[in-house]
């Protein structure tokens, strides 16, 4: 049996991330802790990477991509903004260590709204919305196993507070083969009626 991609060839893919942002100060302090690792344990891929949340990542044809920023916004225009804050590190053994994220329910709430549209963010079984069940910030990924070691080691008893009011959420896109995301559209946190939004969604 064909997929999508083998039926309808040459229409061009990008790559999505779902995520909320920190405001600038947050993010410095953030960047510099990425600094501070990439000098100690020699991990060059992270450190020029934008501090955020991931809420959701998917592959997509370019010509969807208008019908998931409508859907998404509508989401966006229900949802109130909260509040985030950070508390210490985290880790998966053996190769990620991230920042905690200690307000995790609203979070997970909004993912569970985003989730609605995943028929829309999807291609085929081989390509699959993912969505993110315990939100962080990432510090570095695919470590190898003595870098997370000697990393967890020290980062498990180092601290790190912060917190910032979520009002917004971003879409950024890179097309396939591409290095750099680039961001597609604000989506502001709005905290609308459900009567609303539904005559925006007829409107769309």
Do not use: Y
């Given at each position: 049996m064909q997929t999508i991609t083998q039926v309808i060839p040459g229409y061009r893919m990008s790559e999505y991330l779902l995520v909320l942002q920190p405001h600038e100060e947050l993010r410095q302090r953030i960047m510099q802790v990425k600094k501070d690792f990439q000098d100690t344990y020699k991990v060059f891929a992270w450190a020029h990477h934008k501090p955020h949340i991931v809420l959701a990542t998917f592959t997509q044809y370019d010509m969807m991509e208008e019908r998931i920023l409508n859907r998404l916004k509508v989401t966006a225009m229900g949802y109130q903004p909260f509040k985030v804050e950070l508390k210490n590190y985290g880790s998966y053994p053996s190769h990620t260590l991230f920042i905690?994220?200690?307000?995790?329910?609203?979070?997970?709430?909004?993912?569970?709204?985003?989730?609605?549209a995943q028929r829309l963010m999807k291609i085929d079984n081989e390509h699959k919305p993912h969505f993110i069940d315990e939100p962080n910030i990432a510090i570095a990924r695919k470590l190898l196993p003595w870098q997370y070691e000697a990393a967890w080691k020290d980062y498990s008893?180092?601290?790190?507070?912060?917190?910032?009011?979520?009002?917004?959420?971003?879409?950024?896109?890179?097309?396939?083969?591409?290095?750099?995301?680039?961001?597609?559209?604000?989506?502001?946190?709005?905290?609308?009626?459900v009567t609303t939004r539904q005559g925006e969604l007829f409107m769309l």
């Open positions: 905690n994220v200690a307000t995790k329910v609203p979070i997970q709430l909004l993912i569970k709204e985003i989730r609605t008893h180092r601290h790190f507070t912060g917190r910032f009011i979520a009002d917004s959420m971003l879409l950024l896109k890179r097309r396939v083969g591409d290095k750099a995301f680039q961001v597609v559209q604000r989506l502001e946190f709005m905290n609308l009626p």
